[in-house]
C-alpha cells in the first residue's frame, strides 16, 4: 500500500492537484504492482511565506495546462478551420509527420496537402494516453475518422492515432498514423469489380 506525499506551495487550483494525484499514482503503477486502489496520495500545502531557498520566498509556478484538454482544443480548431486559435498552440519549431508525407511546418501546409484526400474529417476519440520523456509530455489520441472524399462520398470508421509531444505548454511534433489510404484502396477496388 504505497503512499506518497507531496509538498506544494500554496497557490494551485483543485484541478492542478487533482492531476498531479492521478499523475503520481500513474507513475507508482509502473514501478509497483500496486492497483490505483491501493496508492494513497497526500498533498501538503505550503504557505509562501514559510518556505525558502537561499533564504527567499518563492510564489508558485502557473500550473502547466491540461495536456490532453490541449490536444482535444488544438484538434477542434483544426476541425473549425480556426487556424489563428490553432496556431497558438504550436512552439516555434513545429513539425507535423502525416503518412507518405515529408514533414510540414505550418497549418497551411497541412491543408494543402489533405485538399486532394478528403473534403474534411471529424474525429472521434476512443481515448487519450499521456506519458512523460524528461520535460516534455507525449499524448496520444486515438480513435476513428469520419468524413467525405473529394467527390462528396461519405467515410466512417477509419482508425487513427495523433502522438503530440509538449514542451513549454506549446506542441513541437505532432505524427499521424491512420488507415486513409488502405481504406481508400478497398473502395476503388470494390468499385471497379472482381474483374477490373
Do not use: C
Not at 53 to 73: Q, T
Not at 163 to 184: H, L, M, P, S
Amino acid at each position: 500500500m504505497p503512499i506518497i506525499e507531496a509538498h506544494l506551495l500554496e497557490g494551485y487550483g483543485d484541478e492542478a492537484k487533482s492531476r498531479l494525484g492521478r499523475a503520481l499514482t500513474d507513475a507508482v503503477t509502473q514501478v509497483i504492482p500496486a492497483s490505483p486502489e491501493a496508492i494513497t496520495v497526500l498533498i501538503h500545502e505550503v504557505a509562501p511565506s514559510a518556505y525558502m531557498r537561499r533564504g527567499e520566498s518563492r510564489s508558485p509556478a502557473p500550473a502547466r495546462p491540461d495536456p490532453v484538454a490541449m490536444v482535444r482544443d488544438f484538434l477542434a480548431a483544426m476541425e473549425a478551420r480556426d487556424l489563428e486559435r490553432a496556431r497558438g498552440f504550436l512552439a516555434p519549431g513545429f513539425t507535423m509527420h502525416f503518412p507518405a508525407a515529408a514533414p510540414m511546418r505550418t497549418l497551411e501546409e497541412l491543408i494543402a496537402w489533405a485538399k486532394p484526400r478528403y473534403r474534411f474529417v471529424k474525429k472521434t476519440y476512443e481515448g487519450f494516453d499521456v506519458a512523460t520523456s524528461g520535460e516534455a509530455v507525449v499524448v496520444y489520441a486515438r480513435g476513428m475518422l469520419s468524413g467525405e472524399w473529394p467527390d462528396g462520398t461519405p467515410f466512417a470508421d477509419i482508425r487513427f492515432i495523433d502522438r503530440f509531444e509538449i514542451e513549454g505548454g506549446k506542441f513541437t511534433r505532432q505524427e499521424v498514423w491512420n488507415d486513409i489510404a488502405e481504406t481508400q484502396a478497398q473502395e476503388s477496388a470494390q468499385e471497379k469489380g472482381p474483374h477490373a
